[in-house]
């Protein structure tokens, strides 16, 4: 079977779901059996989001082959399970270096190198790359951005000209509007979704397919009238109201067959509509998880998208233990000794969250102190388990002074110090030790447990520090275990304290892939310390 092409395309505003709505597409053709990825096509000229500040573009997402990526790759895998790659995240920034680069070379032999045809035939070549790499049935893209956008217009102009090779059959777009409700004259707007789609014709692509973002129902009335002035099939106009969960999505999205329509547009044979049989289970253990767990999250960005991953993973072992985890956010900057008790009151668990930089350490370094003394069950992450150590270094192993030298470099006790291979790096960007690596669980600590007594696991990391193991033999000494290992490098990746309910760090981070079907053991076996 030949590869078909779906491109996922925005217009009115950003933020309106685009990524949620590639994962459930995805997620509704998988379940019909087909090879499918989704892949995301960002129109800023950074290579990748991995040097963007959380509060500019959210969390950033670590595949397991080491690319620092958009947060919507997290909601393509936690779908449909997919292990995507760094060729399932492309930026202008990466499309013009290589471009640069092979004019460097000498590549494009003299020519003069313009958008049209060669940043646009290289964006082609990025669209079409998974394909080539394994057999695909359907290969879904999402644009970044809202049309209009400057810098969205090679993209644009790429999908334009690879519908027009690839032919009806083979490529196919659906757009994403939204549909304001205007409540001092209590009326659903159109106006915006018709000029979106007028820009997108403008731009010589008519969409198949539109879904129109709306907080307020739309009737009959207004889909129709939506697809006469935007050249649609009234059926192919298909609402995306507001929902208590994402997850709930891809079952509204199916309910109006959103993929038995693209498959209609592409001439293929629709056949039975799949039960979506353990996506369903989980939607209704959700709904009936009516007894709520509190959960803590110390950390300094105050955006729930910095921690987005966090907060899924959260949710998924929260389901599956029948219980609705409610986060809450703490900003570590305002912790101190004197309203830690206040700050932490009511919560039943503490995430440690990870993040880079000096603000907000003190107040991470008193809540593990708190926790840890006032045993609550609790969950550090990189930084957070970094922390963990260091306060544990100073509060039992008595160095007053110990510090990571990432905060303090000349510290005379760097329990946490830079890894050796880090120490002669430059550069910023894509440069951390970064992607899945293998690790070995020692025997009978609570994390070989809640593993399944797996002995072997192998995580995703992004980090350029490490605990010291100079002093993993002090730390041992007083209580602290060191409970997983890399087996090539040494390098701690775990630690936990034993005797108290469940106070486990991570080097690596576990929230990248806890999936919906398969929730992570590390945040089930948290969970339910939480609740117990």
Not at 205 to 214: A, D, G, K, S
Not at 230 to 242: G, L, P, R
Not at 335 to 344: G, Q, R
Not at 493 to 503: D, G, M, N, Q
Request: proline share 4%.
């Amino acid at each position: 079977m030949e590869t078909r092409y779906i491109f996922i395309t925005g217009g009115v505003a950003s933020s309106l779901g685009k990524g949620i709505i590639s994962a459930s597409l995805g997620k509704l053709l998988q379940a019909r059996g087909y090879r499918i990825t989704i892949q995301k096509f960002d129109p800023y000229i950074n290579i990748d989001p991995g040097t963007l500040n959380p509060y500019e573009h959210g969390e950033c997402y670590v595949t397991a082959d080491g690319m620092e990526t958009d947060l919507d790759l997290g909601h393509y895998e936690r779908f449909t399970g997919i292990e995507t790659t760094r060729d399932n995240s492309v930026t202008t920034g990466r499309i013009y270096l290589s471009v640069i680069e092979r004019e460097r070379r000498g590549d494009y032999l003299g020519k003069t190198i313009q958008v049209v045809p060669h940043i646009t035939d290289e964006i082609k070549r990025r669209i079409q790359l998974n394909a080539t790499k394994q057999p695909l049935d359907f290969v879904i893209t999402e644009i970044g951005g809202t049309i209009g956008d400057i810098e969205s217009q090679p993209f644009l102009e790429a999908i334009r000209q690879l519908r027009w090779e690839l032919g009806r059959r083979r490529a196919l777009n659906v757009h994403l509007t939204y549909v304001p409700y205007l409540a001092a004259a209590g009326e659903l707007k159109t106006k915006p979704t018709q000029t979106s789609v007028k820009q997108l014709q403008g731009l010589g692509i008519q969409p198949e397919v539109l879904v129109l973002r709306t907080e307020h129902e739309l009737n009959d009335d207004i889909r129709a009238k939506v697809a006469h002035f935007c050249n649609v099939d009234v059926e192919a106009v298909i609402q995306s109201q507001d929902l208590p969960s994402i997850y709930e999505v891809p079952v509204n999205m199916q309910r109006q067959g959103l993929d038995s329509i693209c498959l209609r547009k592409m001439d293929m044979t629709v056949g039975p509509t799949p039960e979506l049989g353990p996506w369903r289970s989980f939607l209704e253990r959700r709904k009936n998880a009516t007894e709520i767990v509190h959960i803590g999250l110390v950390g300094k960005y105050d955006l729930q998208d910095a921690y987005k991953s966090i907060l899924e993973s959260l949710a998924h072992a929260g389901t599956y233990h029948d219980r609705k985890v409610k986060a809450t956010f703490i900003n570590s900057e305002h912790i101190t000794k004197d309203n830690v008790a206040e700050k932490l009151a009511g919560m039943s668990g503490i995430v440690i969250c990870p993040g880079f930089g000096q603000r907000g350490i003190d107040g991470k370094i008193i809540a593990a102190e708190y926790t840890r003394t006032h045993d609550i069950p609790t969950f550090g992450i990189c930084l957070g388990m970094q922390m963990m150590v260091v306060e544990y270094a100073r509060n039992v192993l008595g160095y007053a002074d110990a510090h990571s030298s990432e905060m303090v470099p000349q510290t005379p006790h760097n329990v946490i110090d830079m890894m050796e291979e880090q120490k002669t790096i430059t550069q910023m960007g894509g440069t951390m030790r970064l992607g899945a690596y293998e690790c070995e669980l020692v025997r009978d600590s609570r994390t070989w447990q809640a593993y399944g007594c797996e002995q072997l696991i192998r995580e995703r990391h992004r980090h350029r520090y490490e605990l010291n193991n100079r002093y993993k033999e002090e730390l041992e000494g007083h209580g602290m275990r060191c409970v997983g290992i890399n087996p090539a490098t040494e390098l701690v990746e775990i630690v936990e304290v034993p005797h108290l309910k469940w106070y486990i760090g991570t080097q690596f981070h576990p929230e990248y892939s806890s999936t919906v079907l398969h929730p992570h053991p590390l945040f089930m076996s948290f969970v339910k310390a939480c609740i117990g």
